[in-house]
């Protein structure tokens, strides 16, 4: 079987041939750069210390970033950037490759907040200090500071946060009699309005890291978690098998049964589900704050009608029950320091400069991204680009993060194969064989 999903660099398993190869490759040729680069450092003059920061891919908000602070350096140290895979799951793959080959070059690194635990663990991570936290933290909202934290300490900056939303064309939801701005819905409401309206409910249904987020946020809207105890490690004991799982489970069935399904759910991410909702079938769509400003980016471009823009309105994430307020996603960028670096005081001071409010403005204006310090939302060209700025900040506060463990990795690709295709969920089994699944995979009883 392929392997889907890897345990956190604590523990080996053992490796294919062609994966030794590989890692030995690349160890080769980080050494083959180091020596380069110190043989080009060998001249006259002081060199200026080069941080290399490896990046998730966006539209160019880190690197302009990047070079402003360089800049506010005052020649102290300049930051290079390096861009990593698209999906997360790749990105998590080079970084583990280059950290467990203790590379040097990399000083800082873009880190998907589920993955801090793994690495902190794993001792790739420089944690702050005490001091350095305060500053790190201060004015930051409360979710992203918990997904940057690791057995009691900040071992990665917040730097911007993110939330799924309720997005919904105003005409479909006209014909559907409901109004999911005029205050709390549940998935039941949405399902029932998309059907009544010949619309679809777009979400992440493929096999990926964005189902994971579904599943988990249902289960925490409903008042359960995926994992209890998951700083336990492999002694975490998942927790889907009861009335939250179920219950999540219940509205992943429904709604793939229902005539608002997507016909590609199965294989749907975030741009697929966007697509389809600014189409003719769209109707309502749970995604990230991105949404609103790739569709006025969309308009400008010639690429999208006006029309479709302003059909385009907003709400809290649905509940999963009517008396229980939901718990958006929690997603974002955390920035860390490798335990490598060979200037972990400068790598430091770029971790500041980077995650200021007046940089975390920038990059929010720039990424169509949110902030993770709060004072941001209250800027005007900020309320002016996201119209929905409170309700974003709102959403951040109150999300329900991923599990925070180590095994992370084994853990969501556990859960999204037994939940997948949605389709074959069944509230009555599908919950506990993900339990199973989960304590054979962590206990290496199963190879994913």
Not at 131 to 141: D, F, Q, W, Y
Not at 253 to 260: D, F, M, N, V, Y
Request: glycine residues 10%; contains cysteine.
């Amino acid at each position: 079987m392929a392997v889907f999903g890897r345990r956190h660099w604590g523990r080996r398993r053992p490796a294919t041939l062609r994966a030794t190869l590989r890692s030995i490759r690349l160890v080769a040729v980080v050494a083959l750069l180091a020596g380069l680069v110190g043989a080009c450092g060998g001249g006259g003059g002081r060199a200026v210390p080069a941080l290399g920061w490896y990046v998730n891919p966006d539209n160019g908000g880190q690197a302009e970033l990047a070079a402003a602070c360089t800049a506010a350096s005052g020649g102290r140290y300049r930051i290079t950037v390096s861009t990593l895979p698209n999906d997360a799951s790749g990105q998590r793959e080079q970084l583990v490759r280059r950290l467990a080959a203790k590379d040097r070059s990399i000083a800082l690194m873009s880190l998907d907040p589920p993955f801090v635990a793994e690495f902190a663990d794993a001792g790739f991570l420089r944690p702050f200090t005490p001091g350095e936290a305060a500053g790190l933290t201060a004015g930051v909202l409360g979710g992203a500071v918990d997904a940057a934290t690791w057995q009691g300490r900040l071992v990665a900056a917040p730097f911007w946060a993110n939330t799924q939303l309720l997005w919904f064309r105003r005409s479909a939801a006209a014909r559907g009699g409901l109004d999911p701005a005029a205050g709390p819905v549940t998935w039941d409401e949405v399902i029932g309005a998309a059907e009544r309206a010949d619309a679809t409910v777009e979400v992440q249904g493929g096999r990926s890291e964005g189902y994971m987020v579904l599943i988990s946020a249902l289960v925490a809207s409903a008042g359960g978690v995926v994992l209890e105890h998951p700083e336990a490690g492999r002694d975490a004991r998942p927790a889907l098998a009861s009335p939250p799982g179920r219950r999540a489970a219940e509205i992943i069935a429904r709604l793939a049964h229902s005539r608002a399904a997507d016909p590609g759910l199965a294989t749907a991410d975030e741009e697929s589900g966007r697509a389809a909702f600014q189409g003719d079938r769209g109707g309502f769509m749970t995604n990230w704050a991105y949404v609103y400003g790739a569709a006025s980016e969309g308009v400008a471009s010639g690429a999208l009608g006006r029309a479709v823009l302003d059909d385009i309105a907003w709400a809290r994430w649905p509940r999963v029950d009517a008396g229980r307020p939901s718990r958006p996603p929690l997603g974002g960028i955390d920035l860390g320091v490798s335990a490598y670096a060979r200037h972990p005081a400068l790598a430091v001071d770029a971790v500041r400069c980077l995650t200021t409010a007046d940089s975390q403005r920038r990059y929010m204006l720039k990424s169509k991204n949110p902030a993770a310090r709060a004072s941001v939302y209250d800027d005007p060209e900020v309320r002016k680009a996201f119209p929905m700025a409170d309700l974003i900040r709102e959403s951040i506060g109150e999300a329900g993060p991923r599990p925070k463990t180590p095994y992370y990795t084994d853990v969501s690709a556990a859960v999204t194969r037994t939940f997948h295709p949605p389709a074959s969920v069944n509230p009555a089994t599908t919950p506990a064989a993900a339990d199973r699944l989960v304590t054979g995979v962590l206990h290496d009883r199963v190879l994913l």
